[in-house]
Nanobody, 125 residues
Framework: QVQLEESGGGLVQAGGSLQLSCAAS????????MAWFRQAPGKEREFVAA????????YYSDSVKGRFTISRDNAKITVFLQMDSLIPEDTAVYYC??????????????????WGQGTQVTVSS
């Protein structure tokens, strides 16, 4: 059973930075894609960023493009989300997800088979 565990969340002031980590129970290269989603209170879970394929192509939502960076380590066991210039609207529970096989899309929750439990990020104004 694949397990994903997020860490690194917390409370930060607007303009600050946080780095989230997602540790997988097996090499992330076993998955075609890895992604971060977030869910704010009363809202649907939304796509944040993804890293896909052997070339590690990255994708971002418009709301975080230029501020967030997704990456994975050389051992491809951990996926990171570096979040800079945080704003209060970034407050949410952040989830790591794994996409086992190639799919045309990568921004929908149903594109991902495995999910972590989430880590809370709170940005104060």
């Amino acid at each position: 059973q694949v397990q994903l565990e997020e860490s690194g969340g917390g409370l930060v002031q607007a303009g600050g930075s946080l780095q989230l980590s997602c540790a997988a129970s097996e090499r992330t290269s076993n998955f075609y894609g890895m992604a971060w989603f977030r869910q704010a209170p009363g809202k649907e879970r939304e796509f944040v960023a993804a890293i896909r394929g052997s070339s590690d192509i990255t994708y971002y939502s418009d709301s975080v493009k230029g501020r967030f960076t997704i990456s994975r380590d050389n051992a491809k066991i951990t996926v990171f989300l570096q979040m800079d210039s945080l704003i209060p609207e970034d407050t949410a529970v952040y989830y790591c997800a794994a996409q086992q096989n190639y799919r045309v899309t990568h921004t929908y929750t149903h594109d991902y088979r495995y999910w972590g439990q989430g880590t809370q990020v709170t940005v104060s104004s």
